[in-house]
T-cell receptor, first 112, second 115 residues
């Protein structure tokens, strides 16, 4: 039972353009959402998060959008850089909970 | 300020042996989580611990797997009588608090290979 879904296994983008990574969730009790980036042979690194009371959060080149009615969030990277090439994981936490539930990840390749 | 430290980075065990994976959380963090990533899959929650207490072990296999986080020293994930299906990357994460809007910080993982 996948509660957090990343339906695109991979995405290829030209350097300088926008990368949009998508994530859907099924459990309406999730109230905190995060994006992590992972390079091979390393652990996931926290990128950006958003609480369910917001619909947008921005940090430099990274913006996360949350659409609660559609149970959908997205990560926008503008402009994309070759160093952004990695696996991106979406994660969610229940209200008052502790553990994170992860999606399967999307491989982003930024071509120079 | 050191991050989450995991050792060993790589561990090779023969079927039937025991594997011990260690995790030292970030300084000031008292909450530890263990996740497993099988090849071509995402991260699956295994167990959540605070000092001397297991809070949530809903993701732990019923047999052969155990975890502890003693008052002193690192958290240990122990796998007894390993099988080939245990081959995976095991990640530890820590956080300073529970249930608030704070991310988990991950270590670089232990890659277990069972031959």
């Amino acid at each position: 039972d996948q509660q957090v879904k990343q339906n695109s296994p991979s995405l290829s983008v030209q350097e300088g353009r926008i990368s949009i990574l998508n994530c859907d969730y099924t459990n309406s009790m999730f109230d905190y959402f995060l994006w992590y980036k992972k390079y091979p042979a390393e652990g996931p690194t926290f990128l950006i998060s958003i609480s369910s009371i917001k619909d947008k959060n921005e940090d430099g080149r990274f913006t996360v959008f949350l659409n609660k009615s559609a149970k959908h969030l997205s990560l926008h990277i503008v402009p994309s850089q070759p160093g952004d090439s990695a696996v991106y994981f979406c994660a969610a936490r229940w209200r008052g909970g502790n553990k994170l539930v992860f999606g399967a990840g999307t491989i982003l390749r930024v071509k120079s | 300020n050191a991050g989450v430290m995991q050792n060993p980075r790589h561990l090779v065990r023969r079927r039937g042996q025991e594997a011990r994976l260690r995790c030292s959380p970030m300084k000031g963090h008292s909450h530890v989580y263990w996740y497993r990533q099988l090849p071509e899959e995402g991260l699956k929650f295994m167990v959540y611990l605070q000092k001397e207490n297991i809070i949530d072990e809903s993701g732990m296999p019923k047999e052969r797997f155990s975890a502890e986080f003693p008052k002193e020293g690192p958290s240990i994930l122990r796998i007894q009588q390993v099988v080939r299906g245990d081959s995976a990357a095991y990640f530890c994460a820590s956080s300073p608090t529970q249930g608030q809007n704070s991310p988990l910080h991950f270590g670089n993982g232990t890659r277990l290979t069972v031959t």
